[in-house]
């Protein structure tokens, strides 16, 4: 009776083992590629905002999405508190000992540069011919209520 058991089992762990043959490389998956990979940001110069390679390469939806997407972020800080001098002095000190840097500290800084970047955004829908943006109108409307269903 304990053959029985016995034998069944070893086989089983060899063929188990009989996998794991050096060298063994099991086939590659057949997985859609990420079609749309991390974008680099571009930069600030002279207060103007210069897109990267990868932010031109956008087509026009992309472009109006992400547009849209930052308009969204500046309205929602509209209803937020100025941090008081010593939150921001101290996430300024904080942040290049943890690794952000404290970068949204400035929060004057960071609204300079989305809209720098909106401007950029605008002028390259307006380059490829698509349907521009009209970025005031737009910021001056309230804000969508929350719980809203898309």
Same mark, same amino acid.
Request: contains cysteine.
């Given at each position: 009776m304990l053959v029985r058991i016995l034998v069944p089992a070893a086989l089983l762990a060899l063929a188990g083992c009989a996998a794991a043959v050096p060298g063994y490389m099991p086939p590659p998956l057949n997985e859609k590629k990420n079609p749309f990979p991390a974008m680099e940001g571009g930069d600030i110069r002279d207060g103007r905002y210069e897109m990267s390679a990868s932010e031109r390469a956008m087509d026009c939806k992309r472009l109006t999405g992400s547009m849209?997407?930052?308009?969204? $972020?500046? /309205?929602?800080?509209?209803?937020? #508190? =100025?941090?008081? +001098?010593?939150?921001?002095?101290?996430?300024?000190?904080?942040?290049?000992?943890?690794?952000?840097?404290?970068?949204?500290?400035?929060?004057?800084?960071?609204?300079?540069?989305? $809209?720098? /970047?909106?401007?950029?955004?605008? #002028? =390259?829908?307006? +380059?490829?011919?698509?349907?521009?943006?009209?970025?005031e109108a737009e910021l001056a409307r309230a804000p969508e209520p929350p719980g809203k269903k898309y």
């Open positions: 849209q997407i930052t308009i969204s $972020r500046l /309205k929602d800080a509209y209803g937020r #508190e =100025e941090p008081s +001098a010593m939150a921001s002095t101290v996430q300024t000190w904080a942040g290049p000992v943890f690794g952000s840097g404290g970068k949204g500290a400035d929060r004057q800084a960071v609204y300079a540069r989305e $809209r720098a /970047k909106l401007d950029a955004y605008n #002028e =390259e829908l307006a +380059a490829k011919g698509c349907k521009t943006l009209d970025i």
